[in-house]
């Protein structure tokens, strides 16, 4: 019961910090980075389409992205999708490719950026955190059932808590990381 206990646990942060890790991955750094077009879906003959799999994305250089959709008829409504995204990026339309140009951050965007990585760091720790506490109930309930004893117990407590420790070291690894590549000129 406790090792598949823990494996739960592990599974469970392990989940949080990679939910990080692409959160992380959507956040605009001033380089090109075809990863913020993932959740980006196009109107593709009456249905919401990935705009990944309606056109051809590359990076000819660290400000740009060009997409190339499969079709020519479909550019317009490429053009459309991200104007209507979130993205804060105006495309430039030639007919058949569609350029986001990239602009240098400013100092405060960056900092806003920061900010918002330190916010998303935290609601990662608290949801390990959260994982920790369900766990170590679990441990409760099991030595209250008889199930386990109560040294069994204390012992898969502080496993949980290395455990957790350990996630929540990786998560602010990560947050270090992403600071210095927002705050990168």
Known sequence: MIEDTLKI??????????SLVNDFKRFRTGRANPI?????MVDYYGSETPIMQVANVSVPDGRQIVLTPYEKNIVGAVEKAIINSDLGLTP??????????FPPMTEER?????KQVNSRTEQACVSVRNIRREIIDVFKKGK????????EQKSAETRVQKITDKYIAEAHTVQKKKEAE????
């Open 9 to 18: 646990c592990e599974e469970k942060m392990k989940q949080s910090l990679d």
């Open 110 to 114: 960056r900092k806003e950026l920061v």
């Open 36 to 40: 913020i077009l993932e959740k980006l």
């Open 144 to 151: 209250k059932d008889k199930a386990i004893s109560e040294d």
């Open 182 to 185: 927002l705050m990168e000129v």
């Open 92 to 101: 430039t339309n030639d007919g058949a490719n569609i350029r986001l140009i």
